[in-house]
C-alpha cells in the first residue's frame, strides 16, 4: 500500500560554542531562493547546501533544552529536539520556520507508493551553485566508482560477496 513518509535531511553545527563564550557561534540562514542555505562557520568560511523538491525548513539551535532537562526557562530558545517534537507531537512553538539556526531540518512529506522508492536530492557545496542539481546523477556515479575502486583494493582476496559487503558498510 502507499504510504506518508516524512523525511528529514539535517544540517547541523557540533556544539562548541556554548563550551567556551569566546567561541564564535556558527550560523546558517536561508538563502535568496527556496531550498537554498547559506552556511557560515568562523574556522571552515561559508559554504552553501541545496534541497531540492518541496521542503520546509524546520529551524533550531543545536543547544541542550534546559527547561526538559533542568527546569529552566526557555527565554524563547528553540532546542535540538524541536524537530523532533515538531513531527512527532505537533508543537509548532519547538521549531522556528525562518532562519537563522545553527540546526535545520528540511522537511519532505511524500507519499511513497506500494513497491516505489522516493529520492531527495542535497548539495553542499563551497561555491553557490546556480543550479546545483543540473550534473547531481554524473556526480554520484563519479563518487561511487572512485568507492568502488577504493574498496576493491581494499578486498583483495575477499571471495563472499556479503563479507565485502560487510566490510564497505563498517568502514
Request: charged content about 30%.
Amino acid at each position: 500500500e502507499k504510504a506518508p513518509l516524512h523525511a528529514l535531511p539535517q544540517l547541523f553545527f557540533r556544539n562548541t560554542w556554548t563550551w567556551n563564550e569566546n567561541r564564535k557561534k556558527p550560523q546558517m540562514n536561508a538563502g535568496t531562493k527556496p531550498g537554498e542555505i547559506v552556511i557560515e562557520h568562523p574556522k571552515l568560511g561559508k559554504m552553501h547546501a541545496a534541497f531540492d523538491g518541496d521542503a520546509k525548513f524546520l529551524w533550531c539551535e543545536n543547544e541542550t533544552n534546559v527547561e526538559r532537562l533542568y527546569g529552566e526557562e526557555r527565554n524563547g530558545n528553540v532546542y535540538k529536539d524541536g524537530i523532533n517534537d515538531y513531527i512527532v507531537e505537533g508543537k509548532e512553538h519547538a521549531v522556528r520556520e525562518s532562519s537563522p539556526g545553527t540546526k535545520v531540518a528540511a522537511h519532505h512529506e511524500l507519499t511513497v507508493e506500494a513497491g516505489k522508492s522516493a529520492v531527495i536530492r542535497v548539495r553542499l557545496s563551497r561555491d553557490h551553485q546556480t543550479k546545483p542539481f543540473d550534473d547531481f546523477e554524473e556526480i554520484i556515479a563519479t563518487r561511487q566508482k572512485e568507492a568502488d575502486e577504493f574498496y576493491a583494493t581494499h578486498q583483495k582476496g575477499i571471495e563472499d560477496e556479503d563479507i565485502r559487503l560487510i566490510q564497505r558498510q563498517a568502514w
